[in-house]
């Protein structure tokens, strides 16, 4: 088939692959998003957004937008434990305009970014198209993607450019055969919801204890609840109809236990925690970002902001020279530094997640259950020292090499 006509397809309709669509349409380049589900409606996604990707909001004029959108701003991360609780990261004092992370659902986030990216005629979103191969080009270069749409008819969407942001089940990196060092995970999470009550407390929680983890988060509505499990573990909690799961987070929040004692197995979603990295993120005429090229644990809520930056860094390098016509072989040297650039951040917090996996995670899953739990004594220290909760807000909240919007902008036209 003859070319499409595209400078850039985008496999995956997350917050890299939206974001990364929305920066290179404001390039005035010609950019395709592909999403195989048929809208952004997804529960137990990732939903935290940190205060460097709300610089990149207000930097894209999008701040008052996202503010109107349903959300929880949080101040502080809180670790409770059986003798106690006490602050874990404080975000109170960040540098920059914001001082907190934000809690909202990626439905709606993305939402936003896409009606944000549409003003641009270059610009398109086709949801219900599943990316399922490669078009290669004579010599080995990727020149597309092939994807099947709504009614099973495939396509080939060819274009200078393929962004794999396809998440870490990634068909992109798969395809192209990327090189991929996997870490392993020791984790699973079971995730679902709860009602909120009169009186239930107002942040976020990690509860930790012998045997057991959850994070409880507040929502708008609703508890949004995370019980750890050792990995390949998640269905001896779902057995009769999810009694022990109940069970297991009625004892470890007692305030909860009449509404974890409700929970039937159907409401609850296993998230098959993944830790792995692409040792090359790209190929001639393609690159992979986000979970496609890192994929992250549940811990801190890292995810979605260490792929927005991704996609910033992309359209940082490549939109202004694909925008001026440079050759093909200059694109592919900007694509090796878009891994440099980006490849420090993706070791760092990995490296700290596999930290926690191994000093926090593994032992408190091993524990006897109700013995008191085996946290570091790093952590304890966090708790009896105000600067150590302010350092680690800033490592979680603006995290290592943010990005800030470079690439060019023309004017939108609709």
Not at 337 to 363: E, G, K, N
Request: proline share 7%; charged share 25%; with cysteine.
């Amino acid at each position: 088939m003859p070319r499409s006509g595209l400078d850039v397809v985008v496999a995956g309709g997350g917050p890299a692959g939206v974001v990364a669509g929305l920066l290179f349409a404001r390039a005035g380049l010609r950019v395709t998003v592909l999403e195989k589900h048929d809208d952004f409606i997804r529960d137990f996604r990732g939903d935290t957004v940190h205060a460097s990707t709300l610089s990149l909001l207000e930097k894209l004029g999008l701040g008052p937008a996202f503010r109107r959108l349903p959300h929880r701003d949080e101040r502080s991360l809180t670790m409770e434990l059986d003798d106690g609780a006490f602050t874990l990261a404080d975000f109170s004092r960040l540098p920059g305009g914001f001082r907190h992370i934000s809690l909202v659902p990626q439905w709606d986030l993305l939402d936003l970014l896409a009606t944000e990216a549409s003003r641009w005629a270059g610009f398109t979103l086709r949801q219900g198209w599943e990316v399922v191969d490669l078009v290669r080009e004579p010599g080995g270069r990727v020149g597309g993607v092939v994807a099947r749409d709504h009614d099973g008819a495939e396509h080939r969407v060819t274009a200078r450019l393929t962004i794999g942001a396809d998440g870490r089940g990634s068909v992109v990196r798969e395809q192209a055969r990327l090189p991929l060092r996997r870490f392993g995970a020791p984790i699973d999470v079971l995730w679902f919801r709860l009602p909120l009550a009169a009186g239930d407390p107002e942040h976020v929680t990690f509860r930790v204890t012998g045997g057991a983890m959850a994070v409880l988060v507040r929502r708008e509505t609703h508890w949004q609840c995370g019980l750890v499990t050792p990995k390949g573990r998640a269905a001896e909690l779902l057995r009769d109809d999810a009694a022990p799961l109940g069970e297991r987070l009625g004892r470890m929040a007692p305030w909860l236990a009449a509404r974890a004692a409700e929970v039937r197995a159907a409401d609850a979603r296993v998230l098959d925690v993944r830790l792995d990295r692409l040792r090359r993120w790209w190929r001639p005429g393609l690159l992979c970002i986000g979970d496609a090229a890192h994929a992250m644990s549940p811990v801190a809520g890292v995810g979605i902001n260490l792929a927005v930056q991704d996609a910033v860094a992309a359209a940082n390098r490549l939109a202004g020279p694909m925008a001026e016509g440079r050759a093909e072989a200059d694109l592919d040297r900007l694509l090796h530094a878009v891994q440099r650039r980006r490849l420090p951040a993706a070791v760092v917090t990995q490296a700290l997640q596999r930290a926690v996996h191994d000093r926090l995670i593994r032992p408190v899953s091993v524990a006897a259950e109700g013995s008191p739990p085996p946290v570091p004594r790093v952590l304890r220290v966090v708790g009896r020292s105000p600067a150590l909760q302010r350092l680690l807000g800033r490592i979680l909240a603006i995290g290592f090499r943010p990005e800030s919007p470079r690439s060019p902008v023309v004017p939108p036209v609709r």
